[in-house]
């Protein structure tokens, strides 16, 4: 049975008397992918913020309930001196791992972000892309029950974005909690069990149904990039009509009931 | 808590007690310490071992044996008291031996030749071992008692004393204010990379000073230790002794004591104001308050040694109560003859009593500020805009 981690209660919060959040409510439980997402400036940071403790509501409740957290804030930074290794022990010690623990967290995370050779060196001395990479296994150093990571596919290459939804699945395997705040849309329709849109400083939760409602077909239509959006029982005959007509298919997107709620979320002016 | 403290306090030391930068000032350091302590002796013995002293009717060749192995001894004659204490107020004389009524004094400020000299002459001490010359030449002046020590100031040594008082301040305020803006540095680093956010998620904020402040403070008393043994060691060689030109090691345990309540206060509030700048350039800026309260101490340690009296003085002793300025200022006020120790305990205790209180403030306005990326530029453009 799931157990709640983390739950908001009717929470306020403002900075300098401008509203952020305004008896807004949400709950993570074990084991599930939880999209966040809201325009920039909305309150998802201080979203994270709050669940991770480093800010108190005004109002309302947060209930932490979570042993250990992995947290990756939008803009990260690094002990640039340090080496890899170091690093991540001191996130260890930080987090009171003991010290038998340590060692072997800290290999097993090496060797699943591919860090091995990268282990004696100096963090500064790393491509942007790798020190992207020391901070994500950081967050997992504690062996958390709870991730919040926002944004964390930014800065990363194709092969390490895979990487990383690799990571996920096996946290959402293992019972790890993930709340992700992203701007990949296609990504939260992939990943995400549900997701909390931020629309007028309130939480709504989506829950994508198991099909899509849709999909968007994109093509060259005589050198011209054209997309229409079909319905999914009508994408093979759609398929069909491009190839008779000899226009290439370019891509055949999901079209997510997420996309067009957080569009219509919007455009009531979140 | 103490795992966390300990966590943020080792990766402080192991990331800075690498860098050569590190080493070069503590080496550095070290010269200084034994140039601080051999100058000023070279300045009152010369370059080689030597002493003066003034005789007022006492035998020479009495004070000559009784000279310390491997010293010229040089003596003065002194035709009255009143000549003799003329000569060591304005003619930088130690002091001299006065023979008088059948009794010996000494009057001057006793150093560790004088003192020694003392030593051998006096009877009491002399039960065991005494040397042959010696005893032939005590019992042809017929002496018979043990030198009294009558302080006449101010003397040379006073003056030395006072310098190495006032090297010592300086000393510590260098200490302090370098090893607070390196915490500051070390703040607004962790705040410009947004590492400070991540930290926070993990620990709290207050451990995460305090991990800060006691790594530091190993570094910094890494150096200081090293600085003050190499002084020590300086001063055994030069004098054989561990206690001369005021430098004794009660001395260096009370320096070290507002040395290290000083770092503290300092440093927690150089990392609280830092933590108020968004990047790296405005950090001078948000700490210059503290330097100039910093610079008040040392003005203060200043006017102290030119030995100032009544309300000047007054004043003085009452700031030796200040936090901030009690470190540098109960140090300097030793020129002044110092507190009595009830009131250096009560002080002691009243700074240390501060300083937690401080830091259970600092955290929080820490912990406030370091979330705060805002710049107070747009503070500044409403007030312009006002004011135009």
């Known amino acids: ?270 | 808590m103490w795992n966390q403290i300990g966590a943020v306090f080792r990766r402080e030391v192991s990331e800075r007690i690498t860098r050569p930068g590190y080493w070069a000032t503590t080496a550095l350091g070290i010269v200084v310490m034994i140039a601080l302590v051999v100058v000023p002796s070279l300045i009152a013995k010369g370059l080689h071992p030597s002493l003066t002293v003034g005789s007022l009717h006492v035998p020479h060749a009495v004070l000559m044996a009784a000279a310390p192995p491997g010293t010229t001894l040089k003596i003065l004659p002194i035709a009255s008291l009143a000549d003799g204490i003329a000569r060591i107020r304005h003619h930088n004389l130690a002091g001299f031996f006065a023979a008088r009524g059948g009794h010996w004094a000494f009057y001057g400020q006793v150093n560790t030749g004088i003192s020694s000299m003392i030593a051998q002459l006096n009877r009491d001490a002399l039960v065991h071992a005494l040397p042959p010359r010696l005893l032939a030449a005590l019992a042809a002046a017929e002496a018979h008692s043990q030198v009294q020590v009558v302080s006449v100031s101010p003397g040379f040594g006073l003056i030395v004393r006072s310098v190495a008082i006032y090297a010592l301040d300086v000393i510590m305020m260098v200490v302090v204010m370098t090893y607070g803006v390196f915490i500051g540095m070390s703040v607004v680093e962790e705040k410009e990379s947004r590492h400070a956010e991540m930290l926070m998620a993990w620990t709290r904020p207050v451990r995460l000073l305090m991990g800060k402040i006691l790594g530091f403070f190993a570094l910094a008393f890494i150096q200081v230790a090293l600085w003050s043994v190499s002084g020590l060691i300086a001063l055994s060689v030069k004098t054989h002794h561990f206690s001369v030109q005021g430098l004794s090691p009660s001395f260096l345990i009370l320096f070290l004591v507002w040395a290290v309540i000083g770092y503290l206060q300092y440093s927690t509030a150089f990392a609280t104001l830092a933590s108020r700048a968004q990047r790296s350039q405005e950090m001078n800026q948000a700490v210059m308050p503290l330097s100039l309260i910093a610079m008040l101490g040392y003005m203060g340690s200043a006017i102290a040694l030119g030995h100032p009296g009544g309300v000047v003085q007054t004043v003085i002793h009452m700031a030796a109560f200040v936090p901030f300025l009690a470190p540098m200022l109960a140090l300097a006020l030793l020129q002044l003859g110092g507190m009595p120790w009830w009131q250096v305990l009560i002080d002691v205790v009243w700074q240390l009593v501060f300083w937690a209180g401080l830091l259970r403030v600092a955290a929080r306005l820490f912990h406030r500020h370091l979330l705060n990326y805002q710049s107070s530029l747009p503070k500044r453009r409403r007030f312009f805009r006002r004011a135009g």
């Open chain 1, 1 to 270: 049975m799931a157990e709640r981690l983390a739950a908001f209660d009717r929470v306020w919060f403002s900075y300098d008397g401008r509203p952020i959040l305004e008896e807004a409510s949400l709950a993570l439980s074990t084991g599930e992918v939880v999209g966040l997402l809201g325009l920039n400036g909305t309150g998802k940071t201080t979203t994270m913020r709050l669940i991770a403790g480093i800010l108190d509501p005004e109002r309302g409740a947060v209930e932490r309930t979570y042993r250990r957290l992995g947290y990756l804030p939008e803009e990260r930074g690094l002990y640039r001196r340090l080496t890899v290794e170091r690093y991540l022990r001191f996130v260890g010690e930080l987090n009171g791992l003991p010290k038998a623990d340590l060692r072997p967290a800290v290999d097993r995370l090496m060797e699943q972000f591919r860090l091995e050779e990268y282990r004696g060196r100096r963090i500064e001395a790393l491509s942007k892309g790798n020190q992207q990479k020391v901070q994500l296994a950081a967050t997992l150093v504690p062996s958390p029950d709870l991730m919040l990571w926002d944004e964390p596919f930014s800065g990363l290459d194709a092969l390490n974005q895979d990487l990383l939804l690799d990571v996920l699945r096996d946290l959402r395997s293992r019972g790890v909690a993930v709340l992700l705040s992203t701007h990949r849309l296609d990504d939260l329709e992939l990943l995400a069990d549900r997701t909390y849109i931020l629309a007028k400083k309130r939480f709504v939760e989506y829950i994508p149904p198991r099909q899509p409602a849709g999909y968007r077909v994109r093509f060259d239509q005589d050198g011209a990039d054209r997309s229409i959006e079909v319905a999914s029982d009508e994408l093979p005959s759609q398929v069909q009509e491009c190839a008779a007509h000899g226009w290439p298919v370019l891509s055949v997107t999901p079209k997510t009931g997420l996309e067009s709620i957080f569009r219509e979320l919007l455009g009531e002016g979140a």
